[in-house]
């Protein structure tokens, strides 16, 4: 459980994180963050092992504060994150616990092959993850995608099998090639028992979501 210190870096680094996403209209706005914390919190208590919920708390809050999407560069990502956690009574080690999660825990268009080793990085990467996917995610992509002006969809782009990294950042996607590139295949990438079968609900409505568009897009209903 939580020392009163603990609970109030957490609170402290809530305050932060809400100030610099609460504008943001592109998938990384403050209720994702509140959505991630709630579903690893709620994927931790089925996990049945020791979880140290300190580390927990603070990774899925600060988790897109150093996303390369949200900064000049990863590297002053990172900078930011780390200058926020040396200002708080936080050890050498539960740092070094938060920054290897959220330093490894993106999928970056399936580039990223860093395994995440700690228990509390499983869970916060299958949290970020389920937000990706579902109904949310679906939501998610469409707002990512029209604060890039993309386009929903465009049959003769076809989605490509693997990408690279420069495919990831090159911008060339549409909405609709993302979930082919992305969401479809995140259900295969869950760390967690819980997380697996909250995918598999979420994974079969964005199937179904996709029969309907298409049957949509061709006139037939
Ligand atoms: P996360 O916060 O889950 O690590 P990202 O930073 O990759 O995810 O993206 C934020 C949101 O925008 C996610 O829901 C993601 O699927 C969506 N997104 C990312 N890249 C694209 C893209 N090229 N086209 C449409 N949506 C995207
Ligand atoms: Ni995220």
Redesign the pocket.
């Known amino acids: 459980m939580l020392t009163d210190l603990q609970k109030k870096i957490i609170e402290h680094t809530e305050d932060y994180v809400y100030k610099l996403l609460k504008d943001d209209a ?3 706005d403050w209720w ?1 963050i509140h959505r991630v914390r709630n579903l690893a919190k709620s994927i931790a208590k089925q996990e049945r092992k020791e979880i140290n919920f300190f580390i927990c708390e603070m990774a899925a809050l600060l988790h ?1 504060v150093a ?1 390369e ?1 949200m900064n000049k560069t990863e590297a002053d990502g990172e900078k930011k994150v780390r200058s926020w956690l040396s200002t708080h009574p936080i050890t050498e080690e539960e740092t070094e616990q938060i920054m290897d999660i959220i330093l490894h825990m ?2 970056k268009g399936g580039t990223n092959k860093t395994k995440l080793t700690s228990i509390e990085g499983k869970i916060i990467q299958d949290a ?2 389920l ?2 996917i579902g109904a949310i ?1 679906i939501a ?2 469409m707002a ?2 029209g604060s ?1 002006n ?1 386009l929903i969809h465009d049959p003769e782009k076809k989605p490509r099998e693997h990408l690279t990294i420069e495919d990831y950042r090159s ?1 060339e ?1 549409t ?1 609709i090639m ?1 979930f082919y590139e ?2 479809l295949k995140l259900r295969e990438e869950m760390n967690t028992t819980p997380g697996k079968k909250l995918a598999e609900q979420r994974h079969a409505f964005m199937e179904h979501y996709l029969s309907e568009f298409y049957a949509e897009w061709d006139g037939d209903r």
Request: aromatic share 8%; hydrophobic share 10%; charged share 40%.
């Open positions: 592109s998938g990384h994702h897109d996303d999407k993106s999928y970020d993850r937000d990706a995610g998610r992509t990512y995608s890039k993309r911008g996607d909405a993302h992305k969401l």
